[in-house]
């Protein structure tokens, strides 16, 4: 029972910082695109 409780936890825990990274990555991947479309003549 607490061993499952402990499972759940550490895998809710890795779940949320998988999100965190995830967002993280997705950011600093869009960045640059941005500043690059802003550099381009509209």
Request: glycine share 0%; net charge positive; hydrophobic share 25%.
């Amino acid at each position: 029972m607490t061993n499952q409780l402990t499972t759940d936890r550490s895998t809710t825990e890795l779940l949320r910082n998988n999100k965190r990274l995830d967002l993280i990555e997705f950011n600093s991947r869009s960045q640059p695109m941005t500043n690059m479309s802003s550099k381009l003549p509209s």
